[in-house]
């Protein structure tokens, strides 16, 4: 029915960035040099065997390096039409239908957010031009860069949608918006950052401490008690609600 009928609609939207990581932070540049944002990352503070303690930033060349590196941004959708479908199951009372339509909507976002990190790497970018991998290969992330979301292990604050939505304009171009809880409607969608860095690679944060957590809030411009509901869950203290 999805198919045959054409009841989804797929839409997404990239963009590659001019940056340099300051500090912890990464500055983002127009085609003037002129910082037109800031995306804020956040560094891994749990002890551990290893001495390495990571942040996004670390993926991308600082400022004192003196020249400019890249990131890059999407947003994509599969959604478009899920409701109608599953408005139609559930007024039949066919609960089976309604679950795989919100199912195979999400997996397709999924797919097409893959397919479309290969052709930044391949083509868009073109930083990994003669790549060619296997499906298997794919799914064991065995290619160079990473396509990290907010509200993930590496980046857990989903406020920093909130960057990307501007940055891109997505709700203009695409119709994706974002709800007051930060949940992307529809809900078949997903957003991150691109990083192109041969030693970039997937981590979690765990947790942190208040020092962090002050450090981060002041730099964001938003109250202490503000971030901690947003990362209430990796506090390596107790806070009061």
Not at 66 to 71: A, N, P, R, S, T
Not at 82 to 107: G, H, Q, T
Not at 108 to 123: I, M, N, P, S
Not at 183 to 204: I, R, T, W
Request: negative net charge; aromatic residues 10%.
């Amino acid at each position: 029915d999805i198919i045959e009928n054409k009841k989804l609609t797929a839409t997404a939207i990239i963009g590659l960035f001019e940056a340099n990581a300051d500090g912890d932070d990464i500055e983002i540049y127009n085609d003037k040099g002129e910082v037109i944002g800031t995306l804020y990352t956040l560094r891994q503070q749990a002890d551990k065997d290893n001495s390495t303690f990571m942040a996004m930033s670390d993926f991308i060349a600082p400022k004192s390096a003196g020249y400019k590196d890249y990131v890059g941004m999407f947003a994509v959708s599969a959604g478009f039409g899920c409701k109608d479908m599953v408005k139609v199951y559930e007024n039949d009372n066919d609960d089976y239908k309604s679950i795989m339509a919100k199912a195979l909507a999400d997996r397709l976002a999924e797919a097409f957010a893959e397919l479309l990190h290969e052709r930044v790497r391949r083509e868009y970018w073109g930083y990994a031009t003669e790549e060619k991998l296997k499906t298997d290969d794919l799914l064991k992330i065995k290619y160079h860069g990473i396509r990290p979301a907010p509200g993930y292990p590496s980046q857990p604050d989903h406020t920093e949608k909130n960057t990307i939505w501007k940055l891109l304009q997505v709700t203009e171009k695409t119709g994706i918006t974002l709800t007051d809880s930060l949940a992307m409607d529809p809900a078949a969608s997903v957003c991150g950052l691109y990083f192109a860095n041969p030693k970039s690679e997937y981590f979690g944060v765990d947790s942190i401490g208040k020092d962090q957590i002050e450090s981060y809030a002041s730099r964001k411009g938003m109250e202490v008690k503000e971030v901690e509901k947003w990362l209430q869950t990796i506090l390596n203290y107790d806070y009061e609600i």
